[in-house]
């Protein structure tokens, strides 16, 4: 299929999704045990497409308030903050987005509105250089860079004395989860409650394999094609740091890898990169409750890297494999909240866990 026609596709599929419509988005309902997908999307490929075209609005949602952490020297990145109005009494939501997402991709922003509307403080984390920051850093993001998200935790706790912590994370922002979860094995501080990876790409080098097949040409030509961007975009902004020849010659997640990422982030190439961030080698060294949620049709993270005995032998992790669900989309039949069902799952999820919340729940039991 060619790259046009299948632009028309989408097109069709964005027209199909505004005439299903989200008449009850604002629905209040408990997430199901079981994903039952919405009948026209029982395709991971569509379903994967749908949920970036799906038409959706966040009226719960309050503005953000916009702040920079400083990651390391010279690095910084920024998260839109949503403020309960007693922020120290309750539990917070920080939330990672994946390969070329932002702080504004819609399941963030619908993570952040269910999380907002159940008690949660929510942080919309923006990985390095993405959602327009490219000139907070010098440097590039990767998946390795576990080390952002736990500084951030841990300004959060020491800055704004939070009691309780939730850390999520979807697809590469999965891996970076899982990986600082697992780095922290039992010294994670005790606010830290739980972690929660959705889709998480934590197979590297399998991921980038699958990506190479031909089923999942528009997955790579769209990721290839964003990263090419946002590297012109940053070797403008330091020309002598990162002189990009040959970026034309690119055609592939991993060729970018081994040409920009290992060059530039201090890889010997992109098998060395793939091995030494990602986080399935170390799953079995979480010592916190830990969800990792995925669908078994997942196009491009593979269901056997599920199978490592780190997660299967390790008590503190629950896993979830649907049936259906695409790539991070889990586009439910059901309306309102339960359309987009992993986000209610990982509020539902973070909810049982979270003793400020169970303790409140306790002494009103007559609210929902």
Known sequence: MTLNRQTKRTTGIRSELAALG??????????????VPQP?????????????FWPRRFPRLPSGVSRIFAVESGSCVRGECHWQQ??????????????????????????????????????????????????????????????????????LLAANHLPEIFAVGFSMGGNLVLKMAGEFRDAAPPEIAAFVAVAPAFDLAACAEALEAPRNFLYEHHFVTRLKRQMRRKARLFPERYPIDGMRRIRSVREFDEAITARFCGFRDAD????????????GQIRRPTLILTAKDDPFVPLLSFSDPGISANPHIEFVATERGGHCAFISREPGDGRFWAEGRIVHYCRERSKILLREETSHPNQD
């Not at 629905?27 to 994903?35: G, K």
């Not at 309750?90 to 159940?118: D, I, Q």
């Open 40 to 52: 026209l999307l029982r395709n991971a490929h569509l379903m994967t497409i749908a949920a970036n």
């Open 86 to 155: 007693r922020p120290r009494e309750g539990p917070t939501l920080v939330l990672l987005h994946g390969l070329e997402g932002s702080c504004e991709s819609g399941y963030m922003l619908g993570t952040a509105e269910k999380g907002y509307a159940a008690g949660f403080n929510v942080v919309r984390l923006n990985q390095r250089n993405c959602g327009g920051t490219e000139e907070l850093t010098p440097t590039l993001y990767h998946s390795g860079l576990s080390s952002d998200i736990r500084t951030v935790l841990l300004e």
């Open 22 to 35: 989200e008449s009850a988005e604002t629905e209040r309902s408990r997430p199901q045990d079981d994903f």
């Open 272 to 283: 060395d990169y793939y091995a030494r961030s990602s986080a399935l080698p170390i799953v």
